[in-house]
C-alpha cells in the first residue's frame, strides 16, 4: 500500500488530508511539526509526502531541503500563495505546489500525477468482484473482461480515485470530458448509467441529490 506522510499544523485540514487519503485507498500518517516530520521519515519510509510551509519547528522550506536527497515526491499544501514562495518551493525540488485552499478532487488527481511519476501508483485496483489494472487499462468483472469505452474508463477512475467522495456533476464532466460544463448533465447521467450496468455497480454509485453521485467503497 502506498503510504503518505502528511506535514500540516492545522488539525482539521490534516484531518481532512488524511481521511481523504484514507478513503482513497492510501495508508497516512500525521506529524505536525517540522522535527515530527525530519523524525518520521528517518524511521519509516514514504511514498509521498504533503507538506505545509509555516510550520513549528522548521518550516516546510527548511524541510524541502532536508528530503530532496531522499528522493521522496513531495508536494506543498500551503497558504503561501505568492509567485515567490511557489518558484522557491519548486527549485528547492518539491513535485508541485497546491495553494489552500483547495478542491478535493483536484488535490487526488495531483496526488496521483505525482505517483504516476514516479511509478509508484498501484496497478490493480479491486473493488468488490471488480478489477482494474491501471497499466494494462484491463477491467474484469468476476473474472470476466469488461469492454469499456474510453470516457466509461476515465469515469471509472475518477471515481477510484475519489471512492466516498461526492463528485458534483461539473467536475465529473470537467475532469473526464476535459472541457467546461453548459449545465446539462444528461451526458454525465448516461455514461455513469452505462458504467453501473456493465460492473454490476447500481447500489455501489449512488446518486447525492443536487450534487452528482459518490462510489460507495468499502473501507
Known sequence: MIRVLIVEDEKPISD???????????????VFTGTAAADAVGQRRYDLILLDVMLPGADGFELMEYFAPLEIPVIFITARGSVHDRVK???????????KP???????????????????????????DVRVDTQSRVVTRAGQPVSLTAKEYSLLMLFLQNQNIALFRETIYERVWECDYMG???????????????????????????????LEADT
Request: hydrophobic content about 40%; proline content about 0%.
Open 89 to 99: 518551493g519548486l527549485r528547492l525540488g518539491a513535485d508541485d505546489y497546491i495553494v
Open 16 to 30: 481532512l488530508l488524511d481521511m481523504t487519503l484514507t478513503a482513497a485507498g492510501y495508508a497516512c500518517d500525521c
Open 184 to 214: 446539462d448533465s444528461r451526458t454525465v447521467d448516461l455514461h455513469v448509467q452505462r458504467l453501473r450496468k456493465k460492473l454490476g455497480w447500481q447500489d455501489r454509485i449512488t446518486a447525492v441529490y443536487k450534487v452528482g453521485y459518490r
Open 102 to 128: 483547495f478542491e478535493i478532487a483536484e488535490l487526488l488527481a495531483r496526488v496521483e500525477t505525482v505517483l504516476r511519476r514516479y511509478h509508484k501508483t498501484e496497478k490493480l485496483i479491486t473493488i468488490g
